[in-house]
């Protein structure tokens, strides 16, 4: 008689520490992230990509950055499923935000906007690891604000508007950053010098949603 009770206190507890992912993911990764880049020398937060400490001989610890963030997402994305039976949408985004993640670790992306220094600020042809790195990109930098829309959604239609209001706003603002960067890296003379700073304001604020959705269940669960 007391098998089922206790399996599901183990299932919710389980869950509890799936969700928990989430919640750590965001502050872990910028803040890692924030500690490398005012670390390196010629590195400027405001004009080069996060990815960019990827290279160099302290790049392992970017790339350490990418596999743990994309592990946590990816094991959230799982707790979020469990969470939100019946949803399916949003924990694939999130789950495509994790294997973007450990994809962009895995490929180093190529020099941007004259870093590491002595290299030009767009390099004249593109290595198949920089490409593969911008493509595994995708799914972090559409798929989050994808995501906060369609939970955002969602959640209006069941009468939560303040909560809907904050994920499509952190949507907005997000995809605004993201954009705005990835014209500055492509060498756009308006965005190039705030281009690192444009695309830490996405980031903080995509995965600052991430968080705060991550505690929203964890509550609920």
């Known amino acids: 008689m007391s098998v089922q009770p ?7 507890a389980t869950t509890r520490v799936l969700l928990d992912c989430g919640v750590l ?7 890692t992230a924030l500690v490398a880049g005012a670390t390196r020398a010629a590195y400027s937060p405001r004009r080069h990509p996060v990815s960019a400490l990827a290279q160099g001989e302290s790049g392992w610890v970017q790339t350490a950055n990418f596999f743990v963030a994309g592990t946590l997402t990816c094991l959230f994305a799982v707790g979020a499923r469990r969470a939100l ?7 694939l985004l999130l789950g495509g935000t994790g294997f ?15 870093y590491p220094p002595d290299v030009p600020d767009r390099m004249a042809q ?10 595994f990109s995708v799914p972090v930098l559409l798929g989050l604000p994808v995501a906060a829309v369609t939970h955002g959604m ?5 009468g939560q508007r303040r909560w809907a209001a904050y994920c499509i706003a952190s949507a907005a603002v997000s995809l605004i950053g ?36 991550a505690l929203r269940l964890r509550r609920a669960a």
């Open 85 to 91: 039976p019946g949803m399916t949408t949003l924990p």
């Open 6 to 12: 206790v399996r599901s206190r183990h299932s919710q």
């Open 126 to 135: 593109r290595t198949r690891t920089g490409v593969a790195h911008e493509l």
């Open 154 to 158: 969602q959640r209006a239609r069941r």
């Open 178 to 213: 993201f954009l705005g960067s990835g014209a500055g890296f492509g060498g756009a003379k308006r965005y190039v010098n705030w281009a690192g700073l444009l695309q830490r304001v996405g980031i903080v604020t995509a995965f600052g949603w991430m968080s705060v959705l």
């Open 100 to 114: 973007g993640l450990l994809g962009a670790g895995a490929f180093v992306t190529d020099p941007v906007s004259g």
């Open 25 to 31: 993911m965001g502050p872990l990764f910028v803040g």
